[in-house]
């Protein structure tokens, strides 16, 4: 198994910044084999929504609605995820989740970490 466990969230307000940090602890056989390291969020009474991943192979891929304020990152050797957030809106406010999949089509979460963005 593997344990994700999320932290950074916090209330700011508009414009201001926060990092989410995602701990990846557990057996190696699942870590050595992450695919993919994904941030979902999502917000009171909408589905949740994919925002960013970071294939093995480095690439990135961003939801519109955070292209050119967020950014995933990875340190591979700590087994952390990480999601700079930038120029942040009150439309960002949700609870935002770690992902990550395997090659073995194997998929773990962290518990949320919340994100409250004021006016």
């Known amino acids: 198994q593997v344990q994700l466990v999320e932290s950074g969230g916090g209330l700011v307000q508009s414009g201001e910044s926060l990092r989410l940090s995602c701990a990846v602890s557990?057996?190696?056989?699942?870590?050595?084999?992450?695919?993919?390291r994904r941030w979902y969020r999502q917000a009171p009474e909408k589905e949740r929504e994919l925002v960013a991943r970071i294939h093995r192979g480095g690439g990135t891929i961003y939801v519109d609605a955070v292209k050119g304020r967020f950014t995933i990152s990875r340190d591979s050797a700590r087994n952390v995820v990480y999601l700079q957030m930038n120029t942040l809106k009150p439309e960002d406010t949700a609870v935002y989740y770690c992902n990550v999949a395997t090659t073995y089509g194997r998929e773990f979460w962290g518990q949320g970490t919340q994100v409250t963005v004021s006016s």
């Open positions: 557990g057996s190696a056989l699942f870590i050595n084999n992450i695919n993919e």
